[in-house]
């Protein structure tokens, strides 16, 4: 868990060192309230300041033993901060050096400062990992701000040409500007003038954004005011000028790789090898996730050559058949000689929505976010790090996504229902119907993602006046190999950094832990994105050359795998929602003093929800949605 804070006004406006102190203690409150406890709660706050420039950065003390959270070159022009990680730090490190800069600490961040004094066009293409930084140029007055390749790490902002403020963490930009801007001095008149925080409002349009697609895209964010910078792109800014934002990364899967199928597996072998390597070394102690999906296991296996003990594993069951059975996580976990921790969640547990929705820095939809928080919870005591599969599947495509050619192993589970759809159901929940197999992939890939794809359901349920034009999710500008690699580009640019990134980075931060994305890493996204449709799906299969590679290393538990169906077990949000959160549902969204009542007709969603409630049909998704909105607005004394 780890964030950076900065605010840069003209040179006429000092920043003191009693306001760079209250920032800092304002930011150690704010993390105090929006922290569950826990026994890794404590998190060092540095500051720097000058005349008009003022940076902060706090890490969790278990992510790190270097205390340096604030970096410089040789001849402290370039002041850095970071949060996250910079995966190949020690390899820039080694570089550098050879090229004869000096460096003061082991800071992974420091080593942006010598990248910045060289001055090389686009050196952001380096680095590996997820992170967000700022660099201050000192000399030149000129900011730089960089967000990681698929927005694992989040950055707000707020400016324009007299002043800009900027955090890691919207809650943080937020509290430390209304701690300023009620300073009765010339830094409290700027802030009051130049950012306005207590006169910030809720953006109609990431309302709908999240309504229709379950998370709001950069560079939009839930206050009209404020901006987030979208993945893989840089800002730069200087006094008296507009912000620039720049790509510097984009998707691509263009020109394809022609390898025969063994020796794709073998590079793959290799790559996926190297990638868990360099993830698993950034924390310790460390603990995988393990589930069936052949992701999963997979990295497991891989992981259990790494370690040089026992491995430790960890699973989660939402399901009570599994409790007294052997579960095929256990299985998997003992083939490869893992110490496995397996947890069950039979009965919904209701006081953790409240502390789960303050911990959101945005609110968002996708219920799976209860796997993630459960999971960190029965983590956090005893390893600060979490190794994950999260993302393979913005590699590989979903099953569910591919058109009738490649669906052949889905017909059994095929619905032969009408084509009209239900907001509730799966792949972000819908059911399938023949008629599906006939769309083109990007067509499916909307209908499937999106929690109302025609904007009718939400338009039933909203007031007149809050009804407007549904959000579609928007193509990828990757230059594409075809029209399945136009899907996959779509589904990576959108949901990876606004759902799963977010959702991730918000309880990492909450329960003080680091959870790594071996599937993520730059090598090995870049190596699969330019491989052939077939070695993705072939014959009916996902993720085809994963399971190529399992079978050929690890043909006993590729069978297990195989077996078990290679599913995850999802949370049962359906049946939380009819029992368990059915009084936090008639308090909230129902209530009379429920601050989405200016938007949402209270009566058509009392019916909607009665009916799911008694089985008639299942709204899961959006009455999720509704009430972690109407939560998230009252835990931050928000108003629509």
């Not at 992510?63 to 402290?76: A, F, G, K, P, Q």
């Not at 999963?296 to 960890?314: K, Q």
């Not at 993630?372 to 994950?388: C, I, Y």
Request: proline letters at 7%; glycine letters at 6%.
């Amino acid at each position: 868990m780890s964030g950076i804070l900065g605010l840069i006004l003209s040179d006429s406006f000092e920043i003191t060192t009693a306001a760079a102190e209250l920032c800092r203690d304002t930011i150690s409150r704010t993390l105090s309230q929006t922290a569950p406890s826990n026994p890794h709660a404590a998190t060092p706050v540095s500051v720097w300041r000058e005349e008009g420039c003022f940076l902060g950065a706090w890490k969790a003390a278990t992510l790190s033993d270097d205390e340096s959270l604030i970096s410089t070159d040789e001849v402290r022009r370039f002041q850095v901060v970071g949060s996250g990680g910079i995966i190949n730090s020690r390899e820039i490190h080694k570089t550098l050096t050879l090229r004869g800069h000096h460096f003061a600490s082991n800071n992974g961040f420091e080593c942006l400062a010598h990248l910045a004094q060289e001055g090389h066009l686009d050196w952001e293409l380096g680095l590996d990992g997820k992170f967000a930084f700022a660099i201050w140029d000192r000399h030149e007055r000129i900011l730089h701000l960089g967000r990681d390749r698929f927005g694992l790490k989040p950055l707000f902002w707020i400016g324009n040409s007299s002043g800009f403020a900027f955090s890691s963490s919207l809650t943080q930009l937020k509290a430390v500007l209304l701690e300023l801007e009620r300073q009765e001095d010339g830094l409290g008149g700027a802030v009051r003038r130049f950012f306005s925080p207590s006169n910030w409002t809720l953006s109609r349009q990431s309302l709908r954004w999240l309504l229709d697609t379950a998370c709001i895209p950069a560079p939009e964010t839930i206050f009209s005011q404020v901006n987030a910078l979208p993945p893989g792109h840089r800002l730069l800014w200087s006094p008296g000028q507009p912000p620039k934002q720049q790509a510097w990364w984009r998707l691509t899967y263009s020109p394809q790789r022609t390898l025969a199928p063994r020796q794709a597996e073998e590079d793959f072998s290799d790559i996926f090898h190297e990638s868990l390597q360099a993830h698993a070394s950034q924390m310790k102690p460390v603990r995988l996730c393990l589930d069936s999906h052949v992701d999963s296991v997979l990295l497991a296996a891989h992981a259990s050559r790494l370690a040089s003990g026992a491995l430790a594993t960890c699973s989660l069951s939402f399901d009570p058949d599994e409790v007294n059975g052997i579960q095929p996580e256990s299985r998997i976990a003992h083939l490869l000689g893992a110490e496995h921790h397996p947890h069950h969640c039979t009965v919904c547990p209701v006081d953790e929505i409240f502390p789960m929705v303050r911990s959101f820095e945005q609110p968002f939809g996708n219920p799976e976010v209860w796997h993630h928080w459960l999971l960190a919870q029965a983590s956090s005591e005893s390893s600060p790090g979490l190794l994950t599969a999260d993302g393979a599947d913005f590699l590989w495509g979903r099953g569910s996504s591919f058109p009738l050619n490649h669906l052949f192993r889905l017909f059994p589970r095929i619905s032969g229902k009408p084509a009209r759809r239900s907001p509730g159901k799966s792949l972000c929940g819908t059911t399938f119907s023949w008629q599906d197999l006939f769309l083109e992939p990007m067509t499916l890939l909307r209908q499937h993602r999106q929690i109302d794809p025609d904007g009718l359901f939400w338009n039933s349920l909203l007031k007149p006046d809050c009804r407007n034009a549904s959000c579609l999710i928007p193509a990828s500008s990757a230059p594409e190999a075809g029209k399945y690699e136009a899907m996959l580009a779509m589904d990576a640019d959108y949901f990876l950094p606004h759902d799963l990134s977010a959702r991730i980075d918000s309880i990492a931060s909450a329960w003080r832990v680091s959870f790594q994305h071996p599937w993520l890493g730059n090598r090995l996204f870049e190596f699969v994105n330019h491989l052939p449709i077939r070695h993705k799906i072939n014959g009916g299969i996902t993720h085809w050359l994963a399971h190529q590679a399992l079978q050929a290393s690890w043909p006993a538990i590729a069978a297990i795998t195989r077996q078990s169906g290679s599913t995850r077990s999802g949370v049962p949000i359906q049946r939380w929602l009819a029992r368990d959160l059915s009084p936090i549902f008639r308090d909230g969204p129902l209530g009379l003093d429920s601050p989405l009542r200016e938007m949402i007709d209270p009566k058509p969603l009392r019916i909607l929800f009665e009916q799911h409630r008694t089985g008639l049909t299942d709204r899961s998704k959006p009455l999720w949605l509704v009430l972690v909105v109407d939560l998230w607005l009252r835990e931050k004394k928000l108003a629509v």
